[in-house]
Each structure stands twice: as structure tokens, then as C-alpha cells.
């Protein structure tokens, strides 16, 4: 097997774990969670919000541990918290332990993707490399679609589904210390990067978007059961049709190689607006509803490729830490946007919100990429 196989495989697995199920699955079973242990929404933002700030110092130390101890072991390490998390967020009496296991699971999303870019960089061929990352980048679809499903399945019983979930991140840590490189991205490289044009730029824009994801990531569930009465099987044909839109994220690298950074950033900005809108609006009929779920998924998972793609041309000498930074600033961006959303639906209720949240995706248009970052000054 090809090493870009290889590694695409495994990586692409791991994001699914980590990001499909760890990370993004709380906000499909939320309804259910909350109903359980009385969270509201304001807690349910709160603690969504401490997920997202979890993986903020999560994928900081994993960029740092990557260019020390190599790919290969943090993604293992990675595979591991996901598990404890899960393990934590099935077990989970309290909000207070609820809240604690879903930190521990939504930082393993951090930890897991600097490895997979050093991994990548390390040992495959460079003109492929645009299109495995953006590949891995896709496992995020493939989770969320697979969510659905097994909500679907089980009738929206959260802990077993998330018990099921921790089984399977130990599967992927085997996989990983078998498949993946030691090697470190970036060695010799050290302390904070230069903060150049192309960075500062790519730092507003990831935090704009990933403030405004948090409309749908975090309280879509709520939001089709609040407008449209729809329970776990409702929600869960939400989340899979995310996921589903979401896989067209592999193409990411194709479509930036050949259109160019900008007009595929601004494409999915609008895209994102379009169907935060659709879902959350509480006006559209269920089949669009579903439609701009698929579009959801198809523009966030676009669009991570998109900053991974651009964090990585910006410091190409080191590609862990070039990752970090546009995914580090796209969490910063939802442990804001979380609690905001929380909050202003609360109180102005949920339409006015998702208009809000809306304006924000395209607000992250306004700033573009460079010309370093552009192939032909790669």
C-alpha cells in the first residue's frame, strides 16, 4: 500500500472518530442529553463552548508535541483521550461530569490533526499532498454521516451510542501506532511562527467562520426540534445528511489546485450562510431543511480544507504548526460563537440568531489569501 493510502486511510479514520463522533455528535444528542439531565440552553452553549476551548489547548500542544515526539505517537495519544472522553460522556450521572467528559473528548479533535499534516509532509509525494490532507480533513463527514445512523438505530440512547463510539477510538489507536510515521513536522523548528500577512489574515477568517458553524454544530438538533417538531429520528436525518454533504470536503484540494484559494473560500462562505439560514430559520419546508444540511456539511468541511490548505502554504517549513494555527483560530471562533448562540436564542429567540450567525459566515469573506499562499508562489 502507497504510503498516501496508507496514511490517508488511517487518517481519515481518525478524524471520523475524533471529530465525527467525539467532537460534533453532542450536538445530535443534545435533545436527548438535555432531557436526561436538565442542561437549558444557556448550559448547553456553556458546555459546547468548553468542548471548543478544550481543543484550542489541545491541538497548541499537539503541534508542539508533533515537531518533538513525532506523528506517530500524538495520534495515538489523540485516539486514546477520545476514548476516555466518550467513555466519561456514556458514564456521565452529572452536567458537571458531562461537562467534563465532553472537554476531554472534544480535545482530542486538537490533538489529532498536526500529527496527520506532519505525518502527510513526512511521507508523501508533494504534489499529492494538497489532496490527502484534504481527504483526511473529509473523515469529519464520514463520522458525522455515520452518527446518524446509529442515532437512528438506537432510538436516541446517547449512552450507549457514545460507549460504542469510545470501542471504536481504541480501534483507531491500534491502527494508528501501526500505520503512521514517527516523524516530526518540522524539526528544528520551535516557538511562535511569523506573524506574516497570510497568517494574520487566515487567523481572522477561520475565527469568523468557526464562530458562525456553531449555529448548526451545536444547537441544530434544538433548532429542528423547536421549529419543526422534530425528535431523534428528525434530527438524526439532519446529522447524516451533514455528513453526507460533508464528504464532498475530499474535494477540497482538487477545486483549490484549480480555481485558486479565494473564489473557493468565498463560494463556501456563502454556502454556509445559505444553509445556516435553511436549517435554522424555522421558515423553510423539511426537505429543504435537509437540503441545507447536505450544503452545511458540504461548506464546513470545504472550508477547513481551505484553511488547512492555506495555514500549510503559509509556513511550509512547518506544516503541523501551519495547520494548527487555522484550525486552532476556527475553535477559538466556536468557543465564542457557542455561548453567544446560547444566549441570544435564549433571549432574542432562535430566528434572529441564525440571521446573526449567517452575517458572520460572510463577514470571514472579507479577508483573502495572499499571493504567498497561491501554487504558483508555493
Known amino acids: 500500500m502507497s504510503p ?11 478524524i471520523a472518530v475524533c471529530y465525527g463522533f467525539a467532537r460534533f455528535a453532542f450536538g445530535l444528542f443534545l435533545p436527548q442529553i438535555d432531557g436526561d439531565l436538565s442542561l437549558g440552553p444557556s448550559l448547553s452553549g456553556i458546555i459546547s463552548g468548553g468542548a471548543f476551548a478544550g481543543y484550542c489547548i489541545a491541538i497548541i500542544a499537539s503541534a508542539v508535541l508533533t515537531e518533538r515526539i513525532g506523528a506517530r505517537a500524538v495520534a495515538v495519544g489523540a485516539a486514546m483521550v477520545a476514548a476516555v472522553g466518550m467513555a466519561g460522556i456514556a458514564l456521565a450521572p452529572t452536567p458537571m461530569i ?107 477568517a477561520s475565527f469568523l467562520m468557526g464562530a ?13 426540534s423547536q421549529h419543526l417538531g422534530w425528535g431523534p429520528t428528525g434530527a438524526g436525518i439532519l446529522w447524516t445528511c451533514i455528513g453526507a454533504g460533508g464528504i464532498a470536503g475530499a474535494w477540497a484540494g482538487t477545486l483549490i489546485d484549480r480555481f485558486g484559494l479565494n473564489p473557493v473560500h468565498w463560494a463556501f462562505l456563502g454556502l454556509m450562510a445559505a444553509s445556516i439560514l435553511a436549517v435554522g430559520s424555522g421558515i423553510a419546508p423539511p426537505a429543504f431543511v435537509l437540503i441545507g444540511g447536505a450544503f452545511f456539511g458540504a461548506a464546513y468541511v470545504m472550508l477547513t480544507g481551505v484553511y488547512l490548505v492555506w495555514g500549510i502554504r503559509a509556513l511550509p517549513e512547518r506544516p503541523a504548526t501551519g495547520l494548527m494555527i487555522g484550525f486552532l483560530t476556527i475553535a477559538v471562533g466556536q468557543t465564542a460563537g457557542a455561548p453567544l448562540f446560547g444566549v441570544l436564542m435564549a433571549g432574542a429567540g432562535a430566528g434572529t440568531s441564525v440571521v446573526w450567525f449567517a452575517i458572520l459566515a460572510l463577514a470571514a469573506g472579507v479577508f483573502r489569501t495572499g499571493r504567498a499562499t497561491e501554487p504558483a508562489a508555493a
Not at 212 to 224: E, K, N
Request: net charge positive.
Open 4 to 14: 498516501a493510502l496508507r496514511i490517508g486511510a488511517t487518517g481519515f479514520g481518525l
Open 212 to 224: 458562525a458553524s456553531t449555529a448548526l454544530w451545536s444547537f441544530g438538533g434544538q433548532l429542528v
Open 98 to 204: 458531562l461537562a467534563i467528559a465532553v472537554v476531554v473528548a472534544g480535545s482530542s479533535t486538537g490533538l489529532a490533526s498536526p500529527p496527520m499534516a506532519a505525518a502527510v509532509a513526512a511521507a508523501v509525494q508533494k504534489s499529492r499532498q494538497d489532496l490527502t490532507n484534504t481527504v483526511i480533513n473529509a473523515g469529519t463527514s464520514a463520522g458525522v454521516a455515520l452518527s446518524g445512523p446509529i442515532a437512528l438505530a438506537i432510538a436516541g440512547q446517547w449512552r450507549l451510542a457514545f460507549g460504542a463510539f469510545a470501542a471504536l477510538a481504541v480501534v483507531l489507536a491500534v491502527a494508528a501506532a501501526v500505520s503512521l510515521p514517527a516523524s516530526r513536522g518540522g524539526e528544528g523548528a520551535g516557538g511562535l511562527p511569523s506573524m506574516k500577512g497570510p497568517v494574520v489574515r487566515l487567523i481572522c
